[in-house]
């Protein structure tokens, strides 16, 4: 039997149909008040008035007859009462530190605290504090000394704001509590409106709680009803340390109900007492998995494998899924199984976690970047207020903002990619509009704000209102955000109107998001489904038959130490303050008390060393397995299992894969892709070292992130290179000179700085080449390109005679398959001969051996053939290789304005610039056949494309993750296929 139905039967037969309407009943919870009417209801056959039945703050509230005051409306009465006492209050600095104090203000009247001798103790602490700070400087005195001055108005300040309060009769929770506890007689005994009163399920108690509850029962008025059992009550258990304090208590501890518990100590003589954790048969599973994420998907798999549990009355939900981070409610629901069709969420979604607040975030931020410009004398700095290039992307890029352009003709890709090409990294408001052509979104999100409240809500409003249209009768969470969001803005928008000094940003960044996380959207649904979906503060007076509780994790159950106070610890415990010691004790019982009628529990945790601060397993999972046999062995009829989900670890680990199967539409898009875009070395690397990744990028057109720096990447020092050499190729080209003398190279080496300069200003405007990174890339680049010109100058006094061909190349040539005109692509940085000997140079900045270029000379040529594209070692060999095809095949036409003959073989290389010593690295053994010759060559090298191609169009062969982790590390598309962090 389930608490509730055991208390609603226990009150039932102390009243008639007639008589029972004249008591009341309180729970904590407006959810525990929803069943207990329903196992009320169940127990008559005929309609009756029922009593009054109400959750506690519902009760106090009512009782108290003031009204709660909004939390926002709160926060400016402190502001206006600080500042009858501080004129230069700064409302920025006070928004950051004021919830805290209301926190405060707020404890102290719900434990009903000597406010004036605990603001006593709060001074002089900080008063010895001050004390030694004598000696030492600080950089801003001013706010040192309002600081302290902050303690020394607390006590003045909580007065002056009660008294403000109470004038508007209005209050917060904790002096609407004290207010009834102060006056129990006048409030209950003088003008009663119930004959008595039964409290509930209760746990932990505030002093005023408890003063109201005592004081009703020593004056015979009321009773309460403990919900514990044998195995917490006993010794010293952390889940049942207030309820032994209760039961002790004589007036606390009345009734017939009570009397069950009186004997706990003496536990299993007392057969009456309550012991269903010690010896009713259950079974637990204790579950690790690698990340939080996880949970969801094997809570579902668990749930899929459940036989369905028939028989139980329609009021009482057997099934519990219980969140211990609230942050996994989205993705356990898009995880409930399709036969759990009838469930109920009693959590509501928070703002918080919502798409939309963490757009409304981005764009505070955005709103915040100002630029520091140096002036053009040099001396001294000008902010310049511009919105970056990493903040535009992020906002055009979020997916709230992304619904929009998928319902457009245009596109916010052209803007980004316009900012990217010039490399801006900073831009106005009117360059915006002017690259979007004035688009109405573009014109919304990116209009400043200039520090004014007012255009912050204008600007808002439009974005909803842009916004709206997209998700009405299609998406009805995402409309009920912005709905919520609307009422939000106006609601903030009237509480500032009243107030007659600005509001800065700042402050009104603070208030809005403050709003948006106090908001949940709740769920309709029927109350009393087999299914609730809830968190675990909601779950207390009920009982399930099968639980699972998500993040069992220190951290998440129980919370830890956190204290978010002004008040010191030791004063907290002088006083009778709650601290996190009290924290844990409560979620100790709601933990033990959940589980102590259920029949099949599975806990879940993340496992230690996997994602996340929290990751150790929770003491309340320790608790179970050391203390159980301790506490009655001989009656326990536990059933544990645990359970561990391991993460694939190392290269070779398995893992779960993503399959993209092809199908006709991608065949088709394969083709085109082939015949339009062609094949690059890089393709067929990416192919065989993923061929997801290939599929992404060649076939579907995901674009990579578009990102600018403030420094060079690895790319980009590569490109800047590069771009020196190609420059200089083209301007001896120019002037007819294709073999270079040492006084060429020497002209060059003096040049190099002036050349670095004007490569840098072309390719990568916006940034600055002289600081930071970029600086120390310049001097490596310059230190490198020295290298390689004193290397070719050791080539010419060594007797080689270098005659430059062609610079850097686009090469295209084209093959049949199957009917169609295949494209193979490249892009060579250098075609050179050296004594008769064409070869075809590739620069590389990076670090390359001669052993990474070729095959073994005696390599099988059957085996070559065989693994030539597949073997990850060999991505270099397959570059050049294909440079080589595409010069051969090349053959009758030209090369920039040189011609080969038909019989002319080529030998591509390697210079790289980390390894200059080596010189051109030379592709000296790839045959494949002993007496190659090009037409051979080619032969041969289109029978391997045609292989690629076979598996590249054949259906049976879906694109799939790679089983190698390490490169999932800087994919682009990690995040898609699962593998990103």
Request: hydrophobic share 40%; net charge negative.
């Amino acid at each position: 039997m389930s608490f509730l139905s055991e208390s609603a039967d226990y009150i039932w037969k102390k009243y008639t149909p007639e008589t029972i309407s004249k008591i009341s009943v309180v729970l904590p919870s407006r959810r525990a008040v929803y069943f207990f009417k329903q196992e009320l209801a169940a127990l008559s056959d005929r309609p009756f008035l029922a009593p009054e039945v109400m959750a506690m703050d519902d009760f106090v509230m009512e009782r108290s007859g003031v009204q709660e005051i909004d939390p926002v409306a709160l926060l400016f009465e402190l502001y206006d009462t600080f500042k009858g006492i501080d004129p230069h209050l700064d409302f920025d600095r006070f928004t950051s530190w004021a919830p805290v104090v209301l926190r405060d203000f707020d404890q102290i009247d719900l434990y009903g605290c000597n406010a004036r001798e605990v603001f006593r103790w709060v001074e002089a602490e900080k008063a010895i504090e001050r004390w030694g700070t004598k000696d030492r400087e600080f950089t801003d005195q001013v706010y040192t000394q309002n600081y302290f001055r902050l303690f020394e108005n607390l006590l003045h300040v909580y007065d002056q704001l009660k008294v403000r309060l109470e004038q508007q009769d209005r209050a917060y929770r904790g002096m609407a509590y004290r207010k009834v506890a102060e006056n129990v007689e006048s409030i209950f005994i003088d003008n009663p409106s119930h004959d008595y009163y039964y409290f509930l399920g209760f746990n932990a108690l505030s002093a005023s709680e408890e003063r109201i509850l005592r004081k009703l029962s020593s004056l015979n008025r009321a009773e309460m009803l403990w919900d514990a059992d044998a195995y917490y009550l006993k010794g010293h258990h952390e889940a049942g340390r207030f309820i032994r304090k209760y039961l002790a208590d004589a007036d606390l501890s009345r009734g017939e109900w009570n009397k069950r518990f009186r004997h706990y100590k003496s536990f299993p003589m007392a057969p009456e007492l309550p012991a269903e954790l010690l010896i009713k048969p259950k079974a637990f599973t204790e579950m690790g998995v690698p990340n939080a994420t996880m949970q969801p998907k094997v809570t579902a798999y668990l749930m899929e494998n459940w036989e369905q549990i028939e028989g139980n009355p329609v009021y009482r939900p057997h099934t519990a899924v219980v969140l211990g981070d609230e942050n996994l409610l989205m993705p356990m629901l898009a995880s409930i199984p399709e036969k759990y069709d009838d469930f109920n969420v009693t959590m509501g979604v928070s703002m918080r976690s919502s798409l939309l607040y963490s757009l409304v975030e981005s764009l505070f931020e955005l709103q915040r970047n100002v630029i520091e410009f140096r002036k053009k004398d040099g001396v001294g700095t000008v902010m310049v207020p511009k919105f970056s290039y990493k903040h535009i992307a992020k906002i055009l890029h979020h997916p709230f903002i992304q619904n929009y352009w998928m319902q457009q003709e245009e596109s916010f890709r052209p803007l980004l990619r316009t900012l990217k090409n010039e490399n801006r990294l900073f831009v106005d408001e009117k360059e915006l509009r002017e690259l979007a052509n004035d688009e109405p979104l573009v014109r919304t999100l990116f209009t400043r704000w200039d520090n004014d409240s007012k255009k912050a809500t204008h600007a808002l409003y439009a974005l909803i209102d842009i916004l709206r249209p997209l998700y009405d009768e299609k998406d009805a969470i995402e409309t009920e955000y912005l709905y919520e969001f609307y009422t939000i803005l106006k609601r903030l928008e009237r509480l500032l109107a009243e107030r007659k000094a600005p509001v800065s940003i700042k402050s009104y960044r603070r208030f809005l998001l403050e709003l948006l996380r106090q908001t949940k959207i709740p769920f309709s649904g029927e109350p009393a489904a087999p299914l609730q979906v809830m968190g675990m503060l909601e779950t207390r007076c009920l009982d399930f038959d099968r639980v699972i509780i998500l993040s069992v994790n220190e951290g998440t159950l129980p919370t830890g130490k956190k204290q978010n106070s002004l008040i010191p610890f030791d004063a907290a415990q002088e006083f009778g303050l709650p601290t996190y010691m009290d924290a844990d004790a409560v979620m100790s019982y709601h933990f033990f008390r959940l589980i102590q009628r259920a029949k099949e529990v599975v806990f879940l945790y993340t496992q230690p060393g996997g994602e996340g601060p929290k990751s150790e397993k929770s003491r309340f999972l320790l608790q179970l397995k050391h203390e159980w046999e301790e506490s009655n062995s001989s009656q326990s009829k536990l059933k544990t299992q645990s359970i561990e989900f391991q993460a694939p670890q190392g290269e070779g680990a398995e893992v779960t894969q993503l399959l993209i199967h092809k199908t006709p539409r991608i065949q088709q898009e394969i083709l085109k892709s082939l015949t339009e875009r062609g094949v690059y070395a890089t393709h067929l690397n990416m192919y065989y070292k993923c061929s997801l990744q290939y599929y992404f990028k060649r076939i579907a057109g995901v674009a990579e992130e578009e990102e600018v720096s403030e420094k060079l990447e690895a790319n980009d020092f590569g490109v800047w290179v590069h771009e020196v050499l190609e420059r200089i190729d083209r301007e001896m080209l120019d002037r007819d000179v294709r073999i270079y003398q040492e006084m060429d190279y020497e002209q060059f080496i003096k040049q190099i700085p002036a050349r670095l300069e004007a490569v840098f200003q072309d390719k990568f405007k916006g940034q600055v080449m002289d600081e930071g990174q970029n600086l120390l890339l310049y001097n490596i680049a310059r230190r490198n390109l020295k290298n390689y010109f004193q290397m070719r100058i050791e080539e010419l006094k060594s007797g080689m005679v270098v005659e430059m061909l062609a610079p850097e190349q686009k090469l295209t040539a084209s093959f049949e398959y199957k009917g169609h005109q295949v494209l193979i692509s490249g892009k060579i940085d250098r075609l050179e001969r050296v004594n008769e000997q064409v070869r075809i140079v590739d620069y590389k900045t990076g670090k390359v051996e001669a052993k990474n270029l070729d095959v073994k000379a005696n390599q099988d040529l059957e085996e070559l053939h065989q693994q030539f594209l597949t073997n990850e070692d060999w991505e270099v060999l397959r570059q050049l290789w294909l440079y080589k095809y595409l010069v051969i095949k090349q053959n009758h036409k030209q090369i920039g304005d040189v011609a080969l003959s038909a019989s002319q073989m080529v030998q591509p290389g390697m210079i790289s610039f980390r390894n200059l010593a080596e010189g051109f690295m030379a592709q000296e053994q790839l045959r494949f056949r002993a007496d190659e010759t090009p037409e051979t060559f080619i032969e041969d090298s289109e029978l391997i494309l045609t292989q690629f191609m076979d598996e590249l169009l054949n259906e049976a062969t879906p694109f799939i993750q790679t089983e190698n982790l390490k490169a999932c590390e800087y994919c682009d598309y990690a995040r898609i296929c699962g593998r990103g962090v």
